[in-house]
């Protein structure tokens, strides 16, 4: 039988509000746009002031984190706001598994990063190399300096895909992809609609890493399209796992195992972690953590994910912590040594599963903080760790994880989360985009719904 899973496109509206840009602070802004592939609009009003170099508050970083906290400031009034972001296009990354899985294109996680810039603020399009907290001033590749009365440090993290062994020879080739990067996840896709049977291998790293669920996601769309093609039987379908269980949180573990893992013949094996592909061969080498033994997987498809870490420039930076991220106040959100400095997002120290959800709970209580900050005030709001984890266990169907910092469940619904749904799938694939793109992004908090993207 045929699954059907049409790849639909969200249809992306384009918001064609004004915005301001610059690159690099040194070309006339209005050449700008001709620079940039995705421009939404050629009647783009550009108003930047040439040559600007202090703001009130500089973002570093256009991504969900990023855009939000630029977003709710603007609504609350503050003028004098840049935003350093070097890409062109804006992505919604929770879209890739679904990307993986066939369900939606890829161009349907785009949007130009022009598009989802808030009116009124500088974009200024460079990558930020280094940071001076004692002169409060950040320094771009292109050598700009731009100072700062107070700075929101929000790049994401960066994924090291160079510590596998053999990874960046093999990906995209050979049955090897990973739905981390835009351009693999269609291959992840194409993969599991060729597979034939045989291993089909799925990985998941040391964390911490950037939703912890899409791993074990992405292996459930497969198995679940396997035994829709009639070739279930003639598959292994193999998960590696660096960690002790399947998820932090024990009643969704609890409910992973008993309702999807063991039910549908998934094999597990954890503690054990990847460190070679050898893509000629096929074959996978992972690291029993507790013997510290190497065991050869062959495998069909191999879908990884590898470790992740802070960006090089913020490990090597004043702003880092012992462990390179961001060094944050768990619950207000401000630096613990400058407190003109805010992080949130990917790049935080922030103890808990870093999501686009999570950002969600996170952006209110850091620009509360930064407002409050800049009427000489004390910080106002707590953040208790809320994040959020949509488990797709299959097409159709969907855990709803939502916890805290102490993994305790915090759930919207007045029902059991933990049980598979339809109702919840419907919920990620189109209320949730829909939450980010026009709630999130605008910098709202849409009141009495608690679950981000
Ligand atoms: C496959 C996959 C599935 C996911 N599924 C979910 C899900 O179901 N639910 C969920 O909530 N989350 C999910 N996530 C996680 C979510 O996408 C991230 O947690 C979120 O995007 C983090 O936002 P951020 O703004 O911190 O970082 P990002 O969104 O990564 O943005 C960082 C921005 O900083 C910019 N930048 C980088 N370096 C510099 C620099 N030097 N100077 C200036 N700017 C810089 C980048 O260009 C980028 O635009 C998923 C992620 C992936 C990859």
């Keep these: 039988m045929m699954l059907e899973v049409p790849c639909v ?41 040439e040559h600007k170099q202090h703001f009130r508050v500089v973002i570093v970083g256009g991504g969900a984190a990023g855009i ?16 350093i972001e070097p890409s062109d296009t804006h992505y919604y990354q929770p879209f890739w598994t679904f990307v993986g899985g066939g369900v939606v294109n890829a161009e349907a996680s785009t949007r130009p990063m022009a598009s989802v810039m808030p009116k009124g603020v500088e974009w200024i399009q460079a990558r930020v190399e ?6 409060q001033r950040v320094t771009t590749h292109e050598g700009q300096d731009i100072a700062y009365d107070y700075l929101v440090v929000a790049p994401g993290l ?36 060729s597979f034939k049977g045989g291993n089909a291998v799925f990985t ?31 598959s292994r379908v193999i998960y590696y796992c660096a960690t002790p269980s399947i998820f932090s949180v024990p009643k969704y573990a609890t409910a992973l195992t008993g309702q999807v ?37 062959p495998y069909d498809l191999l879908h990884v994910v590898p470790p992740m870490s802070a960006p090089d420039f913020i490990k090597q930076s004043p702003l880092a912590n012992e462990t390179g991220w961001v060094d ?22 922030l103890p808990t599963s870093k999501t686009a959800a999570a950002i969600r709970a996170q952006m209110p209580v850091l620009t509360a903080n930064l407002l409050a900050s800049m009427n000489g005030g004390q910080m106002v709001a707590e953040y208790d760790g809320y994040t959020s984890c949509p488990l797709i266990t299959a097409y159709g169907k969907l855990i709803l994880a939502e916890f805290d910092y102490d993994l305790n469940p915090k759930e919207t619904f007045p029902f059991d989360q933990s049980q598979e749904r339809y109702s919840m799938y419907l919920l990620k694939r189109y209320i949730i985009p829909m939450i980010y793109w026009d709630g999130l992004l605008k910098g709202k908090r849409w009141p009495g719904f608690e679950i981000g993207p």
Excluded at 25 to 40: A, E, N, Q
Excluded at 271 to 293: I, P, S, Y
Excluded at 328 to 349: E, K, M
């Design 204 to 234: 998941f790293p040391p964390p911490p890493i950037k939703c912890a669920g899409a791993p074990q996601k992405i292996m459930y769309l497969a198995e679940d399209y396997f035994r829709k093609q009639g070739i279930r039987d003639k």
């Design 130 to 135: 280094r940071f001076d907290p004692d002169n």
């Design 68 to 83: 939000s906290t630029a977003a709710h400031l603007v609504s609350a009034g503050i003028k004098d706001i840049a935003v």
């Design 261 to 297: 893992i063991k039910p549908r013949g998934i094999e597990t094996f954890f503690r054990h972690d990847l460190v070679e592909v050898r893509g000629e061969a096929k074959e996978a080498v992972f690291r029993n953590l507790q013997t510290a033994e190497d065991v050869v997987q």
């Design 9 to 49: 496109d969200t249809g992306n509206v384009l918001d064609s509000r004004p915005v301001s840009v610059k690159k690099g602070l040194k070309c006339p802004p209005v050449l700008l746009f001709g620079h940039s592939d995705h421009s939404p609009n050629p009647k783009h009003e550009v108003n930047s002031v």
């Design 158 to 193: 960066q994924i090291d895909w160079h510590k596998i062994v053999g990874l960046p020879e093999a990906l995209g080739k050979q049955g090897v992809s990973s739905n981390y990067r835009y351009d693999l996840a269609p291959v992840t896709w194409a993969n599991i609609q």
């Design 328 to 349: 944050v106040n768990q619950q207000t959100l401000q630096h613990s040594r400058y407190p003109n400095i805010f992080s949130l997002g990917d790049a935080s120290s």
